[in-house]
């Protein structure tokens, strides 16, 4: 009873929808990380540890598009700072310590931190963060595994368009930042796609896409109260 009581929970059934729609773009990560020339080990390895999908599918469109290791991951370091920020809100609302948080870090991203923040209390927020961490953290994974080998099969992937697979579903993670975020976060879009295009006929492929990834910094320039969504702060409890 307890079980079916805890399903019901706003914080849960949230978890489960989030974590089991973006999970699934694993299928896309794995597609296109192959087609950049990514074995499957190598992509199943990114979703491993470094499991944060803006910032693996930048890293794999710099390989894609001819740059240097060094650029995509500079690239994908730019673009998850932004989850520093959610981590320092969120150790204060979860209030775990020593190997717990150490454990919860490798879990912030945009979605655990969205969901998390939107609960009223430490106790549904913990549920919210946990659940959403478990369910799109392993169909994160497994989607990706499966992506990236059935990619491996595939000999022409030019012929399948796979080639195109990474940067529409990067646009795709972009596309609900730029309605939510307003005319700022439009500004910071078009700037680093000015920044892009007019540095890609002067530098070596990778180093465009880097200096664009650089604008994304301006986002972090704000309270660290300003993540997902706001919320109120938990009631006082005793640390688990």
Do not use: C
């Not at 074995?39 to 199943?44: G, N, Y």
């Not at 990778?206 to 997902?228: F, K, Q, Y």
């Amino acid at each position: 009873m307890r079980t079916f009581a805890l399903l019901k929970s706003p914080a849960v059934r949230d978890s489960l929808g989030i974590g089991v729609a973006v999970g699934a773009a694993g299928l896309a990560f794995g597609t296109a990380a192959v087609a950049a020339g990514l074995s499957p080990a190598q992509a199943l390895f990114l979703s491993l540890f470094a499991f944060t999908g803006a910032s693996q599918f930048a890293l794999v469109g710099v390989i894609a598009g001819g740059g240097s290791l060094v650029a995509g991951v500079l690239g994908a370091l730019l673009l998850g700072a932004r989850n520093t920020l959610y981590g320092l809100r969120l150790a204060d609302l979860l209030g775990w310590r020593g190997a717990r948080r150490a454990v919860a870090a490798h879990g912030v991203i945009d979605e655990t931190a969205a969901v998390t923040l939107a609960q009223s209390d430490r106790a549904s927020a913990r549920t919210a963060f946990v659940t959403t961490y478990a369910v799109l953290g392993s169909f994160w994974v497994v989607t990706t595994l499966a992506g990236a080998l059935a990619t491996e099969r595939v000999s022409d992937m030019n012929a399948f368009g796979l080639d195109a697979v990474g940067p529409a579903i990067f646009l795709g993670l972009l596309w609900p930042r730029l309605r939510e975020g307003g005319g700022r976060a439009w500004l910071i879009a078009v700037v680093g796609a000015g920044v892009a295009l007019a540095a890609t006929p002067l530098l070596p492929p990778g180093v465009p896409v880097l200096l664009a990834a650089s604008a994304a910094l301006i986002a972090l320039i704000r309270p660290v109260g300003a993540a997902p969504t706001a919320v109120a702060e938990p009631a006082e409890e005793a640390r688990a």
